[in-house]
C-alpha cells in the first residue's frame, strides 16, 4: 500500500507544535524538544525563516490552518530581532524568502536592499559577503540565498536589478566556489588568509544552488540550467551519501542537532523542485528515487510516540539503554517537516511547487 505522505507531513507538522512550539508567547518555538535543559528557549533567526516556509508548504498543499502559524512565527522573528535587519546577511536572505512567500513584499524587498547595500563589495570578487564584522569572507549560503531572493523578487517586481543581481551571484558561485564536479564549498577568507574552505561541503549549499538555478530556468527557460543543477545534486550525491545516506554535517556543529540540522532538509526541498522541472530520465529517476529512499528512511527513524527527528536518516536500530539519549533540536525536527511536505509535492499531494 503507497504511503499518504500528506497525511505524514500532517502528522510532523502536528509533532512540530506539539515538541516546540510555546503555550505561553503566540509564534515562538523552543529550540530543544525537552524544554528545562539549558538553552531550551535561545532564539535562532534562520531556523524561524524556515519554519515559515514549512509551514507555508503544508498551507500550499492544502492545510489552510497551518497560516496563521506561520505569520505568526514571523511576526515573533520581528519582535524579538527589534526588526528585520541583523548582522549576518545568510539569515536576512532566509527571512526575505520567507517574507516573499508570506505575500509581505516590502519587507522581501527591503531585506533584498539591506543585503545588496551593505553586504555586496568586490573583495575575492563582486559578491556579498556573510555578516558585517567579515566583510572579506563570502560564502555559498550568504550568496546562493541572495541569488534564489534576487531572482524570485524579479518574479514579483520585474526590476531588472533583481535579475542581474541574480545573474551575478550565480555567477560568482560557479567561478569561486563551485568545484569541477560540481559541488559547491561552503566559502572564502573565513580565517582571514585568502584560502578557500575545501573541506567543507554542506548538503544546504548544493541546494541554494540548485534552488537559484531552478528558477533562473523559470524566469529564462534555458534547459542547461536544469542540467547544470542535476550535475550538482547528483555530484554531492555521490560523494556524501554513497549508500543513500547524508552522513557527517552534524558532526561540525557538535554531537547533533544545530545549524547543521537543518541543512539536508534544505538540500531536498530544492532537489525535488528541480526533479518537478526535469523530463524523463535515467537521472531525474536516480535523483527521484533518492528523495524517496531518503524520505521513507527519515519517516522509519522517528522517535516514537512523539515523531521527533534524528540527524542521520537511516531505520531506527535497537535502542541503547547505555547511551544517554540526545535532544532533538528544532533544526532536526524542521527538516523532517520539509522533507515529507517535499516527499508530498513530489507524490502528487500538495500543491504548487
Known amino acids: 500500500m503507497t504511503a ?3 497525511a505524514r507531513a500532517d502528522a510532523l507538522q502536528g509533532a512540530l507544535t506539539s515538541s516546540f512550539a510555546s503555550h505561553l508567547v503566540r509564534g515562538r518555538y523552543r529550540r530543544l524538544a525537552r524544554p528545562r535543559l539549558l538553552g531550551a528557549h535561545g532564539f535562532d533567526y534562520w531556523w524561524i525563516a524556515n519554519l515559515v516556509e514549512a509551514r507555508l508548504d503544508g498551507v500550499e498543499r492544502g492545510a489552510d490552518a497551518l497560516a496563521p502559524s506561520a505569520a505568526a512565527a514571523f511576526e515573533y522573528a520581528r519582535r524579538r530581532s527589534r526588526g528585520l535587519v541583523v548582522d549576518y546577511f545568510d539569515d536576512m536572505g532566509w527571512m526575505a524568502l520567507a517574507a516573499l512567500r508570506l505575500g509581505r513584499l516590502d519587507d522581501a524587498v527591503l531585506l533584498w536592499d539591506e543585503i545588496v547595500g551593505s553586504a555586496w563589495n568586490d573583495t575575492h ?3 556579498a559577503c ?6 572579506s569572507y563570502k560564502n555559498a549560503p550568504t550568496n546562493g540565498l541572495l541569488a534564489l531572493l534576487s531572482l524570485r523578487l524579479h518574479g514579483e517586481t520585474g526590476d531588472e536589478r533583481h535579475l542581474q543581481r541574480g545573474h551575478d551571484a550565480l555567477d560568482w558561485l560557479d567561478s569561486t566556489l563551485r568545484l569541477p564536479s560540481g559541488i559547491l564549498v561552503d566559502g572564502i577568507d573565513r580565517t582571514g588568509d585568502g584560502r578557500v574552505d575545501a573541506g ?6 548544493q541546494g541554494l544552488y540548485v534552488g537559484a538555478l531552478v528558477e533562473e530556468f523559470d524566469r529564462t527557460g534555458d534547459a542547461t540550467l536544469l542540467g547544470q543543477a542535476e550535475r550538482t ?3 554531492y550525491l555521490a560523494e556524501a551519501a554513497p549508500d543513500g545516506v547524508i552522513r557527517g554535517e552534524e558532526a561540525r556543529t557538535g554531537p547533533g542537532g544545530g545549524d547543521a540540522g ?3 532538509g ?3 526541498r530544492y532537489v525535488t523542485r528541480l526533479v518537478l522541472r526535469m523530463t524523463e530520465s535515467p537521472e531525474r529517476e536516480r535523483l527521484r528515487s533518492w528523495i524517496e529512499s ?3 528512511a527519515m519517516w522509519s527513524s522517528l522517535r516514537r510516540p512523539g515523531l521527533l527527528a534524528v540527524d542521520t536518516w537511516e531505520p531506527r536500530p535497537a535502542p541503547d539503554p547505555t547511551r544517554r539519549r540526545l535532544p532533538t533540536f528544532l533544526s532536526t525536527q524542521l527538516s523532517a517537516v520539509i522533507a515529507a511536505e517535499s516527499r508530498a509535492l513530489l507524490s502528487g499531494s500538495a500543491g504548487p511547487a
Do not use: C, H, I, M
Open 233 to 235: 545534486a547528483s555530484a
Open 125 to 127: 570578487g563582486a559578491s
Open 130 to 135: 556573510w555578516r558585517r564584522q567579515q566583510p
Open 266 to 268: 534544505v538540500f531536498v
Open 4 to 6: 499518504d505522505w500528506g
Open 294 to 296: 531518503s524520505t521513507e
Open 200 to 205: 567543507w561541503v554542506f548538503s544546504y549549499n
Open 262 to 264: 537543518l541543512f539536508k
